[in-house]
């Protein structure tokens, strides 16, 4: 049930901020300090998720197999792979890491 | 209601761009980000949501970082408010999408509430790129239909992957969430600013994580964005009308 609030709640609140964006009267949103922010938030909130998916196992902070995959995202992102090879090698890198029985 | 021009982008001389090619650039585009569906899926289904819950996830919220933020909150034991929290800030951005396209759109009032739901980083990112509104329309519309066709489907078999594999960590797919951010993140860190808010953020997340309940460090991580642009206010003085970077 409670997965299903969250659910319902996200759909809800994420549709209702794509709406307000084409109805809100130009000028509302157009404050440059509003605008900085917008675009400062999602900086945030992705490190923070990356972060933390990374390095965490409930509520205490782990080193595991994860990092070696997100290490490897990286060294894609950099060498400027496609969004499904960035993925793919996180993927493959972490199962080979655990496979080795890291 | 003030009448909205059309945005300085749109110059009559422009020539024109076949709408075929507008429909390559949106394919394109559609068809590669569609597939990492597959990532959301799995990533979804392994987190413990059922299919029809994933599933319901793609076809109402549509808007991928927010999906994978609910699933990850929810898999590491939040409650369901902080979770959705979590991932509505996220979903926040498309806001601003929406206020660039209402403009280069010129959408007519009926037809914004059905536009609305395909108001995400990649329709944005097409449309903003044609040369006039005829183009922007094309792609948006065939962005937004690709992408939203491939990606409830790709989620779909996503899900049922998961459920067919069933320990997804064994095949190291619980670092597709992880990396499907870093690969969002990367191409926003473009100065000392983002790459400030970013650090700060990782720190805040990480060190409120043993304290807090789950869900709320990556909201406390949020306070990253506000914090250095208040320090940055600070150093350079009231400066007037800054240029805007996006």
């Known amino acids: 049930m409670n997965v299903w609030i969250a659910i319902a709640l996200t759909a809800g609140g994420c549709y209702l901020v794509k709406l307000a964006g084409l109805l809100v009267p130009a000028g509302a949103l157009e404050r440059p300090l509003v605008q900085r922010l917008a675009a400062l938030l999602p900086v945030a909130l992705l490190a923070a998720l990356t972060a933390q998916q990374t390095f965490s196992a409930g509520d205490a902070l782990v080193l595991d197999a994860r990092a070696a995959g997100l290490a490897a995202a990286a060294v894609a992102l950099v060498l400027r792979a496609p969004f499904l090879v960035v993925v793919g090698a996180a993927v493959a890198v972490t199962a080979g890491v655990r496979a080795l029985g890291w | ?246």
């Open chain 2, 1 to 246: 209601m003030a009448e909205q021009t059309a945005p300085p982008v749109i110059r009559d001389g422009t020539p024109a761009k076949p709408d075929a090619a507008v429909v390559r650039d949106a394919l394109g585009v559609g068809v590669a980000v569609g597939l990492s569906g597959f990532a959301f899926g799995v990533t979804s289904a392994g987190s413990g949501l059922s299919i029809l819950q994933t599933c319901v996830l793609s076809l109402l919220v549509f808007t991928g970082a927010s999906q994978f933020a609910l699933v990850g909150a929810l898999a590491a034991g939040g409650n369901p408010f902080t979770a959705a929290a979590g991932a509505f800030f996220l979903g926040t951005r498309n806001a601003f999408y929406g206020l660039r396209l209402s403009q280069l759109l010129a959408l007519p009032k009926a037809v914004r509430p059905f536009a609305a739901h395909w108001v995400i980083d990649e329709t944005t990112a097409v449309a903003l790129a044609q040369p006039s509104r005829r183009a922007a329309r094309i792609g948006f519309t065939a962005t937004g239909l690709t992408l939203y066709v491939l990606w409830n489907l790709t989620t779909f078999l996503g899900a049922l992957g998961a459920e067919a594999i069933g320990d997804t960590a064994a095949w190291g797919l619980d670092a597709a969430g992880p990396a499907v951010f870093l690969a969002l993140l990367a191409p926003m860190l473009k100065s000392a600013t983002e790459r400030a808010t970013a650090g700060i953020a990782v720190l805040l997340g990480l060190g409120l994580l043993p304290v807090l309940p789950a869900g709320v460090p990556v909201l406390a991580a949020a306070l990253a964005a506000p914090a250095v642009l208040w320090a940055q206010g600070r150093r350079t003085a009231p400066t007037g009308r800054e240029k805007d970077s996006r």
